[in-house]
């Protein structure tokens, strides 16, 4: 039997729902249950991938080329559970795909209306391929109150009442804020966002309440008796360092046994949280640090890098070194001598991005990295910008760019129109919808046999990774730039998109057209984090 777990929040926003559900993912797992996390999002586009990363944070892609949002990261680093496009809707989505039926006359007539079509596709969405797992944690994104949430609010009541207590839980997430001048926790917000909810005809079994500092026993009676749940079901949810002790933080509030108590399941006995101490005591008990520079252009919201801060902390936990982020925005290295002001970084990072803004940047903070020799590790458009510096700076290409930017002489980055997904082509038009429109999900890349990059990943052939970007580096400039240095070290299969740059001679300098940030997890550090903070441990020993 499948039990679902419905998550909302209160009071404001951003008080971490996505990191509560994930750390109740990896508690269940970790009693022996297998579960599933879904993110249910009430704004109107159709997924964030055309949403700018300052204002929603990082596009998060599952291996089946889903754009989704980036609490689907936090859930596949807490539970290694691959996310697919099943597990990630919006409220556009559901739109879409309701009037699409209605035009090819789905409905058989019926006016459509949000009660009982639309709330009846949400469910549907909810429940679709369930069947496999003990639990499904859905995470219902926005504030309750808010007026975009309502269909889901509606739609996951509905589901309680035909799933019944036996197979449905709701967990509410609120703010229990302390007033300095009145020296006082306040109950009165959680109060007030629990009666929204009731509004709703919803009554959460569970509060997990955010809070700065311990919750004194009779304010949590009080909670309880004004919000209808049992006082043990008054779950403190405080702020802990680092973030992977959350898991173990949750149990020793009892989070796990009141989930199972609910379910009628047993709950005595300890889940096995020793991967989580593991994974803590490595990050507390770190045998040094290394300073890494992230050169980007979306460095003023840092939710737009989550996966990549986390994939380099994972790297620091695989090298037991505390991993120190600088983040630098790109466009400062286009005055002069800026660029000065990475000496004595211990490895230099240039993430993903699009458009022109910040690229010369980018482009100088490479070539510091090659000149200086400092580790340097380039994803996405950082690799493409590590190719046109070896253009401009060693293959004898001034004008080399990409066309990105504009018409150019020497696009040694171009618009890729056409590709292979297994034995499918997939193409693309200039001009055409930007939204899923780009390599999305996971492809193949066959590595050179003798490259740092084969070894990185311990000696295997051939890798697969996540992409999500519209530009590649044009392969008809391979032989020139190999001429002078820079190497191809990982190619897709047809041997037409070049997937991997390094340079030979270099300690440590290598470009990725994928996102290896998307699957690393604090278990299982990705093997490219793992040797690049390596490299800058070594770096650290020679500054």
């Known amino acids: 039997m499948t039990r679902f777990v419905f998550i909302t929040g209160g009071v404001v926003s951003s008080l971490g729902k996505g990191i509560a559900s994930a750390a109740l993912g990896a508690l269940l797992q970790a009693r022996g249950f297998k579960v599933r996390l879904r993110k249910l999002d009430p704004y109107l586009n159709v997924d964030p991938g055309t949403m700018s990363p300052t204002q929603h944070g990082e596009v998060f892609v599952t291996d089946d080329g889903a754009e989704t949002d980036l609490d689907l990261g936090h859930y596949e680093r807490f539970t290694g559970v691959p996310a697919t496009k099943r597990d990630n809707t919006t409220t556009g989505r559901i739109y879409a795909d309701v009037i699409a039926k209605e035009r090819a006359g789905g409905f058989l007539g019926a006016t459509v209306q949000v009660i009982p079509h639309i709330t009846d596709a949400i ?82 079994q569970m509060l997990l309440c955010r ?99 986390e994939a380099l902390t994972h790297g620091g936990i695989a090298n037991r070194v505390n991993v120190k982020l600088e983040w630098v925005d790109s466009e400062i290295f286009e005055k002069p001598d800026a660029v000065l002001r990475l000496e004595g970084v211990h490895g230099i990072l240039v993430p993903g991005g699009f458009g022109e803004r910040g690229t010369q940047g980018k482009i100088e903070a490479v070539r510091f990295a090659r000149e200086r020799k400092v580790p340097f590790l380039g994803i996405c458009f950082g690799m493409q910008m590590a190719v046109i510096e070896a253009a401009r700076n060693l293959a004898g290409m001034p004008d080399a760019s990409s066309s990105e930017f504009g018409p150019c002489d020497t696009a040694v980055v171009g618009l890729i129109k056409e590709w292979s997904r297994g034995n499918i082509v997939e193409r693309r038009e200039e001009g055409g919808d930007l939204g899923g429109t780009m390599r999305l999900g996971s492809y193949p890349a066959v590595l050179s046999e003798g490259s740092l990059v084969r070894s ?26 190999e001429a002078s240095g820079l190497r191809f070290s990982g190619m897709s299969p047809d041997g037409e998109l070049p997937e991997i740059v390094e340079l030979p001679g270099h300690p440590w300098f290598v470009g990725v057209q994928y996102h290896p940030e998307l699957k690393s997890k604090p278990f299982e550090p990705h093997p490219l984090f793992a040797d690049f903070i390596a490299a800058a441990v070594r770096q650290a020993r020679l500054v």
């Open 211 to 309: 809070c700065d500092r311990e919750i004194p026993e009779n304010e949590r009676r009080k909670i309880a008796l004004f919000c209808n749940v049992r006082p043990e079901a008054v779950i403190p949810a405080l702020d802990v360092s680092p973030i992977y002790a959350v898991p173990i933080a949750y149990h020793e509030q009892g989070m796990d046994r009141e989930v199972l108590r609910h379910f009628r399941l047993p709950f005595d006995g300890a889940p096995d949280l020793s991967r989580w101490r593991r994974i803590v005591d490595a990050m507390t008990t770190a045998e040094g640090e290394v300073h890494i520079a992230v050169v980007g252009k979306y460095t003023n919201l840092l939710d737009s890098y989550k996966s990549l801060a």
């Open 123 to 204: 469910k549907e969405v909810v429940r679709r391929d369930t069947e496999a797992y003990d639990f499904v944690l859905v995470e219902i994104g926005g504030t309750v109150g808010d007026i975009e949430s309502l269909p889901f609010l509606e739609a996951i009541r509905q589901l309680g009442n035909e799933l019944g207590p036996e197979e449905s839980m709701f967990v509410h997430l609120t703010l229990v804020p302390y007033i300095p001048s009145a020296k006082e926790l306040k109950t009165k917000p959680t109060q007030h966002s629990v009666k929204e909810l009731l509004n709703v005809g919803i009554q959460p």
């Open 456 to 481: 990185i990943y311990h000696g295997a052939a051939a890798i697969e990774e996540r992409h999500r970007h519209r530009y590649e580096v044009n392969v008809n400039y391979r032989e020139r730039l």
